[in-house]
């Protein structure tokens, strides 16, 4: 081979080699990207009729979160918790694990703020089974450094949440879905 290929192939794998790792710096530009909207369709699980939607808006360190959920119980408390795994396959919602506590502090309401990063309160739903809660919460993030809940599910409950140990005697899982990213329009 003459010297003259060999320096025309050295630059044609040097420039390959440049544009390769450009493209890999552009698919990972956005992998660290802030996500400030998040959503998640609950289905009911085998047996149950509870469904809705869950938005998340995150401003700052805070999470606003937002349920409007049918199928419930009339005029009854259900509670709302972030569980650890976005596995809905499981038709009883097992598959989401326990409620997400990466910090590993002990089960309590809202009000407390030492407290597993999933425990979200309860629904109280109206006379017709419908209930709307809004909650902001500032120990979790939806896809940030801390507790990060995006792939994560929503678990609702049979039953109110008490606040006992160790997950609120809150009964059944009624309905289940996977935290999303929500579109931003």
């Known amino acids: 081979m003459n010297n003259r290929f060999l320096s025309t192939l050295t630059l044609v794998a040097f420039?390959?080699?440049?544009?390769?790792?450009?493209?890999?710096?552009?698919?990972?530009?956005?992998?660290?990207?802030?996500?400030?909207?998040?959503?998640?369709?609950?289905?009911?699980?085998?047996?149950?009729?509870?469904?809705?939607?869950?938005?998340?808006?995150?401003?700052?360190?805070?999470?606003?979160?937002?349920?409007?959920?049918?199928?419930?119980?009339?005029?009854?408390?259900?509670?709302?918790?972030?569980?650890?795994?976005?596995?809905?396959?499981?038709?009883?919602?097992?598959g989401a694990g326990g409620h997400y506590n990466p910090e590993g502090h002990e089960h309590a309401l809202p009000d407390k703020a030492m407290r597993h990063a999933g425990d979200l309160g309860n629904l109280t739903a109206d006379a017709d089974g419908r209930a709307r809660y809004e909650i902001t919460v500032d120990n979790v993030t939806i896809n940030g450094h801390k507790n990060p809940i995006l792939g994560r599910a929503i678990i609702v409950h049979a039953k109110a949440d008490d606040g006992g140990q160790p997950v609120g005697n809150a009964g059944a899982r009624i309905a289940q879905g996977v935290i999303g990213i929500a579109n931003p329009k």
Do not use: M, R, Y
């Open 15 to 94: 420039i390959a080699a440049i544009w390769s790792g450009c493209a890999i710096a552009q698919k990972d530009e956005h992998k660290d990207e802030q996500v400030n909207k998040a959503i998640c369709v609950l289905v009911p699980t085998a047996g149950n009729k509870a469904s809705g939607i869950v938005t998340f808006t995150q401003a700052g360190g805070k999470v606003k979160i937002v349920a409007d959920v049918a199928g419930l119980t009339a005029s009854a408390k259900h509670a709302i918790h972030v569980h650890e795994f976005g596995d809905v396959t499981k038709p009883d919602g097992t």
